[in-house]
C-alpha cells in the first residue's frame, strides 16, 4: 500500500464548478499535513496546511480526519488559473515528507 | 521575498560522471532538503540534512549520493557516478522553524539528463 494515496483523477471540469480531492495516508504517527500545488515542470509551492479543526482559505478548504487518515481539499468557483496537479504531503515529527502521486485538475472555459 | 535557489537549472552528462548539483537555501532556514521527481512521476524525498549531518533519508539516497554544506550557505547534492535512471528534476528545500510542520520551500529545480 502506499504510504499517501490520492485520486487518480484526472479531473476535468468546467469553470466555476466545484471539485473535491481525496487522499489517504497510512503512516498514523505522521504530524502534519499539506496539499500543495504544481504547474507543469515546475516545482511544489504550498497551497495550504490542514488542520483537524478544518481550514478555509478563500474559495479553498481543507480538512483532516485524524481517525480515518483521511484529508481533503474542495475547490470551489473553480478558475481557469486553478488547473494544475494537486499534491497530498504527509509529515513526520522527523520532518521526512512523503508526497502522493498527485491528482491533475484541468479547468476549461 | 526570500527564496530559494539552484544551480545549473539544466545538466546533461554522460553515464558514470560525478554531477554536483548547488542550492542555497532560504537564509535563517535551518533544514534542508532534496528531493526528486522523474518525469511524470511523483516527487519523491532523497534526503534531509540540519546541523550539519543528514537527519533521514531514502532508500534512493545510496553510496552514489552524498550532500554537503560546505560554508554555511550553500547545500550540495553530489551523485558520484551517474546512472541514466538518474535523469530527473532534482528539488532543493528548505524549512524554517519545526521540521515536523514547517511550510517547504522549494527552489525551481536541476534538471538532470544522464546519456
Known amino acids: 500500500r502506499k504510504e499517501v494515496e490520492q485520486d487518480p483523477g484526472p479531473f476535468n471540469v468546467p469553470e466555476g464548478a466545484t471539485v473535491a480531492f481525496n487522499c489517504t495516508y497510512s503512516?498514523?504517527?505522521?504530524?502534519?499535513f499539506f496539499w500543495y500545488r504544481q504547474d507543469c515542470r515546475k516545482e511544489p509551492k504550498l497551497l495550504m496546511s490542514?488542520?483537524?479543526s478544518g481550514n478555509e482559505d478563500g474559495r479553498f478548504t481543507a480538512q483532516l480526519n485524524r481517525a480515518s487518515q483521511y484529508i481533503s481539499l474542495l475547490i470551489r468557483d473553480s478558475k481557469l488559473s486553478d488547473s494544475a496537479t494537486y499534491l497530498c504531503?504527509?509529515?513526520?515529527?522527523?520532518?521526512?515528507?512523503?508526497f502522493g502521486d498527485g491528482t491533475t485538475l484541468t479547468v476549461k472555459p | 521575498e526570500p527564496e530559494v535557489t539552484q544551480t545549473p537549472s539544466h545538466q546533461v552528462t554522460q553515464m558514470g560522471q560525478e554531477v554536483i548539483l548547488r542550492c542555497v537555501p532560504i537564509?535563517?532556514?535551518?533544514?534542508f532538503y532534496w528531493y526528486r521527481q522523474i518525469l511524470g512521476q511523483k516527487v519523491e524525498f532523497l534526503v534531509s540534512?540540519?546541523?550539519?549531518?543528514?537527519?533521514?533519508k531514502s532508500e534512493i539516497f545510496d553510496d552514489q549520493f552524498s550532500v554537503e554544506r560546505p560554508d554555511g550557505s550553500n547545500f550540495t547534492l553530489k551523485i558520484r557516478s551517474t546512472k541514466l535512471e538518474d535523469s530527473a528534476m532534482y528539488f532543493c528545500?528548505?524549512?524554517?522553524?519545526?521540521?515536523?510542520?514547517?511550510?517547504?520551500?522549494f527552489g525551481e529545480g536541476s534538471r538532470l539528463t544522464v546519456l
Open positions: 490542514v488542520y483537524s
Open positions: 503512516n498514523s504517527a505522521s504530524q502534519s
Open positions: 537564509s535563517n532556514h535551518l533544514y
Open positions: 504531503v504527509v509529515t513526520t515529527n522527523a520532518g521526512k515528507s512523503t
Open positions: 540534512f540540519y546541523n550539519n549531518e543528514i537527519s533521514e
Open positions: 528545500a528548505s524549512l524554517f522553524g519545526n521540521a515536523g510542520t514547517g511550510e517547504l520551500f
